[in-house]
T-cell receptor, first 112, second 113 residues
């Protein structure tokens, strides 16, 4: 079992729709969770960080964390073609310092 | 505020050579982590430095090494290059070494011929 799992996609949504990206992790004591966006040929860009159960909203983005289910998700409201990218889920375990474990990423395509 | 700066952006080397990559973190950030990104394996953690000390290491052979200087700048070295070392090498910095968001540089694209 991979430590951090994501559906590879591609996930295709129409412009203006809600895109839902999911991630599960295996280390129950994981403490910190991050979503990165990576455009083709570019480096990952931090979108959201979440540390406690529940929802965290930032503009059109909402991160959701459920530690009991070992599940973290990212919702993108009013999706735009410029949101088309690969979204990477990253997990920082307990006492793991700066070691982030990344999922394989979900490719999102927003169609005009 | 300047972001994470990595040099060089592109490198072409041949098998058996060695290479040194450089990373300057965001001002005030003291933790620097290195990652390797390949199409097959995705993003994999190499190592992390904080206060000039290696705090964590990933599952890479000893050919991969690094160091951090007193100004938090970091270098990564790969010796005896193999074809499989072709990858995008990414450096990320954060204020401290635990549970902090990391910000990535543009990366160094290393190609081994």
């Amino acid at each position: 079992q991979k430590e951090v799992e994501q559906n590879s996609g591609p996930l295709s949504v129409p412009e203006g729709a809600i895109a839902s990206l999911n991630c599960t992790y295996s280390d129950r004591v994981s403490q910190s969770f991050f979503w990165y966006r990576q455009y083709s040929g570019k480096s990952p860009e931090l979108i959201m960080s979440i540390y406690s159960n529940g929802d965290k909203e930032d503009g059109r983005f909402t991160a959701q964390l459920n530690k009991a289910s070992q599940y973290v998700s990212l919702l993108i409201r009013d999706s735009q073609p410029s949101d088309s990218a690969t979204y990477l889920c990253a997990v920082n375990g307990d006492n793991q310092g700066g070691k982030l474990i990344f999922g394989q990423g979900t490719e999102l395509s927003v169609k005009p | 505020k300047a972001g994470v700066t990595q040099t060089p952006r592109y490198l072409i080397k041949t098998r058996g050579q060695q290479v040194t990559l450089s990373c300057s973190p965001i001002s005030g950030h003291r933790s620097v982590s290195w990652y390797q990104q390949t199409p097959g394996q995705g993003l994999q953690f190499l190592f992390e430095y904080f206060s000039e000390t290696q705090r964590n290491k990933g599952n890479f052979p000893g050919r991969f090494s690094g160091r951090q200087f007193s100004n938090s700048r970091s270098e990564m070295n790969v010796s005896t290059l193999e074809l499989g070392d072709s990858a995008l090498y990414l450096c990320a910095s954060s204020p401290s070494h635990q549970n902090q968001p990391q910000h990535f540089g543009d990366g160094t694209r290393l190609s081994i011929l």
